[in-house]
């Protein structure tokens, strides 16, 4: 199976996901936070260089949770560049009302 090559913004939301990391894991080993986390160091070193820039689900809300952050911290942290994802949050949404006869 051969993967698609990444999107110069999936590469940065990938570092920006390492970088919060390290700064979560502070002065903690990366063993001990990867252990807590259930998965090996080795992973814990690719996402937080960036060289896993699309970790599962699952690998990143059980390194949130061993790290004491919230999957929203994260999604705000590492979602699409700020003033890409302002105009999308202002953007109106349409509301479907009803027709009364």
């Known amino acids: 199976m051969v993967r698609t090559p990444l999107t110069p913004e999936e590469r940065l939301r990938g570092e920006r ?16 936070v990867a252990a807590s986390a259930g998965i090996s160091a080795e992973t814990l070193r690719k996402i937080e260089t960036g060289r896993a820039p699309t970790p599962a689900f699952f690998t990143v809300a059980a390194l ?4 004491g ?3 929203d911290e994260i ?26 006869a």
């Open 75 to 100: 999604l705000g942290n590492c979602a699409a560049e700020p003033a890409v994802a302002s105009s999308v949050a202002s953007a109106p949404v349409p509301v479907a009302v009803p027709l009364i």
């Open 17 to 32: 996901l390492g970088a919060l990391l390290r700064a979560a894991r502070g002065e903690r080993s990366m063993a001990a």
């Open 69 to 71: 952050l919230s999957l």
């Open 64 to 67: 949130a949770g061993a790290l």
